[in-house]
Structure formats: structure tokens, C-alpha cells
């Protein structure tokens, strides 16, 4: 059946109609079945990680956190671990700042565990390229088990066994390094 009406008239109604095609099958349908498999796959992940505590959420295993001296330490935070702030330094490696920044977290990292500061691991020096990363290497956690046994008045095997229980492998074997969770180490911490 022709049309009598103009070829520009026609062109527009079938670009109305495409947009309304894909705003409904990509704005609507595609979101919702996105949704539905994230939370029927990775249920803890879209929803943000939570740690609970007595029933209460206290925090995400996705975000690192400010901690007191009786806790495990995670990375220095570029922004003060505020997740609306999330960025790097932006400082080179070769950044006088930078160097001075380390040689004093190193310092006061090194005071705070009663270590020589040749020991201090390059992770709890330098921030996270988020500044929010909640792990740390194995070697960060081992230099601080002495320091939270002691504040904690626990035995040292007893937190030497909790930094071994949550030490994550490698990413499907052989992506990264091995790391540990500060959050889910100092949420494990606390349950005793």
C-alpha cells in the first residue's frame, strides 16, 4: 500500500519509532534482565559487598577504611578513604612529594609495629591507585600480627592463623598476587 504522505514525514515516523524501540529494549528490558542475573549470579556483589555484624552493616569488603592501632592497617588512602573523592595522587614515581610521603609513612608505619623501617612492605607506603583499596600483601598483615596481638592481648599464633585463613589466592590461579581483605581480616578479628 502506498503512502501518499512525504518522504520526510515517513522518515520521521520511522525514526519515532526506532527510538522508541530502543529506548524501551535498551533502557528498560536490557537493565531489568542485567539486574536479574547480576543478583541471581553474584547476589553479594550487586549488592555492594556488605559485611554484616550482628545483623548490622558495618561496611563493604570492596572499600578499605580508616582503622584504630588495635586493628590491621590497609593501604595509606589518597582521599582519606572517602569513596566520593576515589583517585590517585597523581603523583610520578620520581615526585619529590611522593618520595617525602613515603619516607614518612615509612617511618611512622615502622614505629608503629616496633620494626626497622627496612622492613615496612612497598604496599603500606604507597596509596591505592583508588585510594579506597581494602587489601594488602600477606608480608603487610605478617609485619602487623605482633602489634595487634599485643593491643588485643591475644596469642600470636591465634592472629597469625587469621591473617593465613583470610589470604586470597591468585585471581583464577594466576591473576595478581595474593592479598588479604583488611575489612574481612578485621571483621574476623573482632568476632573473637
Not at 49 to 55: L, P
Not at 63 to 82: C, H, L, M, N
Request: hydrophobic share 40%; charged share 15%.
Amino acid at each position: 500500500m502506498a503512502s501518499n504522505l512525504p518522504g520526510s514525514v515517513r522518515q520521521f515516523g520511522v525514526a519515532v519509532r526506532a527510538l522508541l524501540f530502543f529506548t524501551v529494549a535498551l533502557g528498560i528490558i536490557y537493565p531489568l534482565v542485567m539486574t536479574g542475573a547480576a543478583q541471581a549470579l553474584f547476589h553479594g556483589n550487586a549488592n555492594g559487598s556488605i559485611v554484616q555484624v550482628d545483623g548490622k552493616d558495618t561496611a563493604s569488603d570492596l572499600i578499605g577504611q580508616a582503622y584504630g592501632k588495635e586493628w590491621f592497617q590497609t593501604r595509606p588512602s589518597a582521599v582519606d578513604y572517602d569513596a566520593m573523592g576515589s583517585a590517585a595522587s597523581q603523583y610520578g614515581p620520581h615526585n619529590p612529594e611522593l618520595l617525602k610521603l613515603i619516607d614518612q609513612r615509612r617511618q611512622e608505619i615502622a614505629t608503629l609495629n616496633g620494626v626497622d623501617p627496612s622492613q615496612v612492605p612497598p604496599d603500606a607506603v604507597t596509596a591505592s591507585g583508588s585510594g579506597l583499596d581494602p587489601h594488602i600483601s600477606p608480608a603487610y598483615a605478617a609485619l602487623q600480627v605482633n602489634r595487634v596481638a599485643r593491643e588485643r592481648g591475644l596469642p600470636v599464633a591465634t592472629v597469625e592463623k587469621l591473617v593465613q585463613d583470610n589470604t586470597e589466592g591468585r585471581t583464577l590461579g594466576f591473576l595478581g598476587e595474593p592479598r588479604v581483605n583488611v575489612v574481612k581480616l578485621n571483621n574476623a578479628l573482632a568476632a573473637l
